[in-house]
């Protein structure tokens, strides 16, 4: 029956579609990997094998300066982000509270909030409060990593607590009622059968919480002082400028970093999907 | 009587709970997003003086009047209409990628959304930065055209640059809730048009169509809405040539210092996104 359907469909044009978008979508990443290997000094132009661009990024300290902003930045902001994030989850997930549903609402705007919008808050919130702070204390503050890591953090707390509580309303909220029944206690309760169950929510909303702070361009171009710049940032006002083999380099670099995140999080699912079909098989496996 | 007494006790404590664990980032959330957001809102309604600092001593609406003068009213239509158009190509595209996707054997079907994800998680900037070199004068792509003879192509810097790299950065959220929704359509209801003497093109009209519509209204929303407060792609595609919507309120901040037209604009921006999201969890999305 399925085969009278799909005799209409063509189905060469369907093929011929989908390797177009699968060739559409690799065809820049792997021709990026490719130039960046070029020895012309034409970015666009091939002219044999060089690592040499490579070698000249460790001479670049501006460029080093930045990549230690960014890490620092991403996994600060990540932290602070990921525990907030959790509790969040956790008290909309599990709790009745007043506000929740102001809360909830909250937790869902810098979501869908454009980049371009929140950059524009944060800029005028931390120079409106650094004005009032050196009007009442004469205290005159400027913006740098701090400002960026809360900038970063006020938007990666709502993505961590998405993620999160996809995983807890997954979970059966039974165990935890049954670990009461035994007379665990609620941090009992809570650090030995809630925490291991969205240990893996919360790895996931990690993950996501440091791609987006390594990602970020257009916030932090706001809120970065002049002597704390994130990588993405400086590499965005060097491609303004134009296209060098250099940029190829990092931007390779950057690639391969968003590469092994993502292959930790698609790990991350796999080991996940693999343990729980192996506690289902040993059902009332106690670790 | 007891037994209600210690309940509502029980009650009051699982509140207090509830709150205390929602309360260091309800507070966070508080004061550097929604204050933040306020503040953008007051400023929208201030005044620029003859100095380019603003004035906060009288309130009015000129800020957003000057929305319908014709430079930022073009800004603005120009970005709807580029945001529209990119709209439509990924339809086009991601529409029959979902359809093939969903009628293949689980395995070929799940590396192809693999595929399709991994892209998008990779570093935006550097995706951006992979058009701008494919699409230089000199690069690969006018390379290759010259070489098979139809000369060169200089489309950086070209509404179509934008385009196509707005295109590549959302096609994934157009295939994703496509798939979603073709994937959960009832087989049988097809072959009961067939049966009923519906042509292939009646079927998809009146039986496929409407019933994968949450899927297209989503993503056409997931597209439409990113690409509409784009900033990076058409600082780099585009060369700024032809100013968008992000790049004019950036530069009411950065260079223009007229603080209040870009927090009026921000506002409609995030209105926009608003209203949006809205229809699109009446449409059934789920998740974001």
């Known amino acids: 029956m399925s085969q009278a359907t799909n005799r209409k469909l063509p189905v060469w044009a369907l093929r011929l579609n989908g390797s177009a978008v699968l060739l559409f979508l690799y065809a820049p990443i792997i021709l990026l990997l490719v130039f960046s290997f070029s020895a012309s000094r034409i970015p666009g132009q091939w002219g044999g094998f060089t690592t040499e661009w490579y070698a000249t990024l460790f001479d670049d300290s501006r460029l080093q300066r930045t990549i230690s902003v960014s890490i620092r930045v991403a996994l600060i902001s990540t932290v602070i982000a990921t525990v907030l994030g959790t509790m969040s989850a956790l008290a909309l997930e599990r709790f009745k509270f007043r506000g929740r549903r102001v809360f909830d609402a909250l937790l869902y705007l810098p979501i869908i909030i454009p980049d371009v919008t929140m950059a524009v808050m944060m800029l005028m919130f931390f120079s409106q409060s650094f004005n009032l702070v050196e009007a009442v204390f004469g205290i005159a503050i400027s913006k740098g990593f701090a400002t960026i890591v809360i900038s970063h953090v006020a938007f990666n707390i709502a993505f961590v607590s998405v993620v999160v509580r996809a995983r807890i309303a997954g979970m059966d909220a039974t165990l935890e009622q049954a670990a009461s029944d035994l007379y665990a206690t609620r941090w009992q309760a809570f650090r030995f059968v809630t925490l291991p169950l969205i240990a893996p929510g919360v790895l996931g909303g990690a993950l996501l919480a440091v791609t987006l702070s390594l990602d970020d361009v257009v916030v932090t171009q706001f809120v970065a002082g002049p002597g704390s710049t994130t990588l993405p940032v400086y590499v965005f006002s060097l491609i303004r400028k134009g296209v060098t083999p250099t940029i190829n380099a990092v931007s390779v670099i950057m690639l391969v970093a968003s590469l092994i995140l993502v292959a930790g999080s698609v790990g991350l699912q796999r080991a996940n999907a693999f343990r729980g079909r192996q506690q289902l098989q040993t059902t009332g496996g106690t670790s | ?288």
């Open chain 2, 1 to 288: 009587m007891s037994v209600g007494i210690a309940e509502a006790k029980r009650d009051r404590n699982e509140r207090r709970r509830g709150l205390l664990l929602a309360l260091p980032s309800f507070a966070y959330m508080i004061l550097f997003f929604a204050v933040p957001l306020v503040i953008v809102l007051v400023y929208s309604f201030a005044t620029r003086t003859s100095t380019g600092s603003t004035s906060l001593s009288d309130w009015n609406l000129d800020a957003y009047r000057k929305l319908g003068e014709p430079i930022v009213r073009n800004v603005v239509l120009r970005s709807v209409v580029l945001a529209l158009v990119t709209t439509a190509i990924c339809l086009l595209v991601a529409y029959p990628f979902a359809w093939f996707c969903a009628h293949q054997r689980p395995v070929v079907r799940n590396m192809m959304l693999v595929a399709v994800m991994i892209p998008f998680w990779t570093n935006f900037l550097v995706r951006n930065y992979a058009w701008r070199l494919l699409l230089s004068s000199g690069g690969p792509i006018s390379s290759f055209t010259e070489a098979i003879g139809l000369g060169e192509t200089n489309i950086l810097f070209t509404k179509t640059a934008v385009v196509i790299g707005l295109v590549y950065a959302y096609l994934p959220f157009m295939i994703l809730p496509l798939f979603a929704s073709i994937d959960r359509l009832d087989r049988r209801l097809i072959e009961a048009g067939r049966d009923l003497y519906g042509s292939g093109s009646q079927t998809f009209r009146k039986i496929v169509l409407p019933l994968t519509m949450p899927g297209v209204i989503a993503g056409s929303i997931l597209v439409f809405v990113p690409s509409m407060g784009a900033y990076v792609t058409p600082e780099l595609l585009g060369g700024g040539k032809e100013t968008l919507l992000g790049s004019y309120i950036v530069t009411q901040f950065l260079t223009a210092r007229n603080w209040p037209v870009g927090a009026s604009l921000s506002f409609v921006l995030m209105a926009v996104m608003l209203v949006s999201t809205i229809i699109y969890f009446r449409s059934g999305g789920k998740n974001l």
